[in-house]
């Protein structure tokens, strides 16, 4: 069972955060609330949560500038937003999760769940901090860094790295030019949403590609990677692949 504290500045936010969690949510047992980021700070210490929800826009100091005050911390924390693209973008690509307000039941249990299950890996997540701080200083999302947890530990990799993702049921498979490939407990489709801004291109349902890394397209409906590869293209994806890879 887990201890969890809730820091937002509004209190009718924590309010329906905490009903949900002591309603439907029955792995997290202890539950404290604290109105703004002094008084959350003040409570981590106090209480030492095993997860933090966190809001990331308070008035005088923001979540991140809160995490950036403590030396260090050993509890998991789950971001809570009204919308920040941006922001939302360099958590995602930082391997952290975030809940959008108003926040949904099952987003909530899924994020609490995805935490107990990668709870050693989380619990050692200030490399993914650090990289999220990184991200939001980035002038533009090209120059983003892609944190992958896994079971050893969370690896970090500049876009232009990665040649391509294959999906393994649940898990995604991450093969690189030069290093071991890398398996992340993450579907292929949500790498497929958060990189196809990025020059990545998703051929089948179980293959994304890096573009830069693809040398042409072959006529029998398959991608040859500069590796050597050959990766067969889907019927339905393939006129709209040889588009992009053309262009």
């Not at 700070?41 to 809160?66: K, N, R, S, V, Y």
């Not at 006529?219 to 339905?236: N, P």
Request: no cysteine.
């Amino acid at each position: 069972m887990l201890s969890a504290l809730i820091v937002d500045d509004e209190a009718p936010a924590i309010s329906y955060l905490q009903g949900l969690i002591e309603r439907r949510v029955p792995q997290i047992s202890v539950l404290h609330t604290a109105v703004g980021a002094k008084a959350g700070l003040e409570a981590i210490a106090t209480h030492q949560p095993d997860l933090l929800f966190l809001d990331i826009e308070m008035p005088h100091m923001t979540g991140f500038e809160l995490l950036a005050a403590l030396e260090s911390w050993d509890f998991g924390i789950i971001y809570t937003t009204a919308f920040d693209e941006y922001a939302i973008k360099a958590i995602k690509f930082s391997a952290l999760d975030y809940l959008l307000k108003p926040i949904d039941l099952e987003e909530l249990k899924t994020a609490v769940a995805r935490f107990i299950a990668q709870k050693s890996v989380i619990l050692k997540q200030n490399s993914m901090y650090k990289n999220l701080l990184r991200n939001l200083a980035a002038k533009d999302e090209s120059e983003f860094r892609l944190a992958l947890p896994t079971r050893t530990g969370v690896y970090l990799f500049d876009l232009h790295e990665i040649v391509r993702v294959e999906s393994d049921a649940n898990y995604s498979q991450f093969y690189f030019e030069k290093k071991p490939k890398i398996l992340v407990a993450r579907t292929l489709k949500e790498y497929a949403e958060l990189l196809a801004d990025h020059g990545f291109i998703r051929i089948h349902k179980s293959h994304l590609v890096n573009k830069s890394h693809v040398a042409s397209y072959l006529a029998e409906g398959k991608v040859l990677m500069r590796s050597g590869h050959e990766i067969e293209v889907s019927r339905r994806r393939r006129q709209e692949v040889r588009r992009v890879i053309n262009n």
